[in-house]
């Protein structure tokens, strides 16, 4: 039988390599989501854009894909890269955002 010749160091980092590898498609697809903005609140009236303070919406979510608009309950989601809608905060929502009522889907 033929020992390996790779050191254990680089056995760890050829499985680092193959996890980056692994994991572009999913941040490729993060990077282009949330390269667009959902921040014009222009439409809206002194109450919602309170509430949007309040609630300390923001586009892009601190806690990651898992725990954003996209994931909440009270997200209505729009066409792929574009703002959506929310049942509580009004105005264009990011589908990577985030505010302080996130509800996971039910
Ligand atoms: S409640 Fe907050 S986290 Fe949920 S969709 Fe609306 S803005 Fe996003």
Redesign the pocket.
């Known amino acids: 039988m033929r020992k390996s010749t790779l050191s254990r160091r680089e056995m760890l980092g050829a499985t680092m390599h193959l996890a980056v590898i692994g994991s572009l498609p999913l941040l490729l697809n993060a990077c282009t989501q949330s390269k667009f903005h959902c921040d014009d609140v222009s439409g809206l009236g002194e109450d919602d854009l309170a509430l949007r303070s309040a609630?300390e919406?923001r586009d892009l979510s601190p806690h990651g894909e898992q725990k954003s608009?996209s994931e909440?309950a009270?997200?209505r989601a729009a066409k792929k890269n574009e703002c959506g809608g929310?049942t509580?905060?009004r105005g264009p929502?990011h589908p990577l955002?985030?505010?302080n009522?996130?509800?996971a889907k039910g």
């Open positions: 609630l919406y608009c909440c009270f997200y929310c509580l905060v929502i955002g985030y505010c009522s996130w509800a």
